[in-house]
């Protein structure tokens, strides 16, 4: 973590919401990490048959026995003898949830390239309300040490070179004390994915967020 202190950015302040308000925002993100919520059970309802009379009865009992006792065996030759059949099972789950997780951070992943590799934004600009909206709820309030971050408080979040890598640019943080500190976006992606989707996270991450935020099926912003 690289903390820069200088003077505030020339560029004028936003009118926005309060640092106040965008704190709290931040710390009730905090909170709903922490709440786990009860898994809700479905059920169903069905009319009530006529009781069949004791030999029917009878019978459908031997009849139930020989089924379960049959459908056992055939499930457990199914685990035993078609793993591939299983693993099939298992791919189509996670290429469902693949598709379902790249829908859901596209739009930021899409944003966050708009801001930091286009003409949108010079160097040392300020974000505009709505971006900057965008990037502290669906990025920063994700960032793993965001209390850091923000110190005493969030002013706004700023576009400039990256303190190590001066040919790519970052996001920072604007206390309300005028400082600025660079946070990771890639970072608070990998956290975001990881608190929505904890199952399949880490392939996810693995397979898609190794070298950035180079996803397939997400088209780059023309520069």
Request: proline share 5%; aromatic share 8%; charged share 25%.
């Amino acid at each position: 973590m690289f903390h820069i202190e200088t003077h505030r950015p020339t560029q004028h302040r936003i009118d926005m919401a309060s640092p106040l308000f965008l704190r709290q925002v931040l710390l009730h993100r905090l909170r709903l990490r922490l709440t786990v919520a009860a898994p809700h059970r479905l059920w169903c309802s069905a009319a009530t048959p006529t009781p069949p009379s004791s030999s029917e009865n009878a019978n459908e009992k031997q009849s139930s026995a020989f089924t379960s006792t049959s459908t056992s065996s055939s499930n457990l030759q199914l685990k035993t003898n078609d793993p591939l059949l299983e693993d099939d099972v298992e791919h189509r789950k996670w290429k469902v949830k693949e598709e379902e997780i790249l829908r859901d951070i596209e739009p930021i992943v899409m944003l966050t390239r708009n801001i930091l590799f286009s003409r949108r934004y010079m160097d040392g600009e300020l974000l505009s309300v709505e971006d900057e909206k965008a990037i502290v709820e669906r990025l920063l309030a994700y960032h793993p040490h965001y209390e850091d971050k923000i110190g005493c408080g969030l002013e706004s979040i700023m576009v400039d070179r990256h303190p190590q890598f001066v040919y790519s640019r970052g996001l920072f943080v604007v206390r309300i004390d005028g400082d600025w500190i660079h946070f990771s976006h890639q970072n608070c992606l990998r956290e975001y994915i990881r608190y929505n989707y904890p199952t399949y996270a880490e392939r996810f991450i693995e397979e898609h967020l190794q070298h950035g935020m180079r996803l397939r099926k997400i088209h780059q912003y023309p520069t």
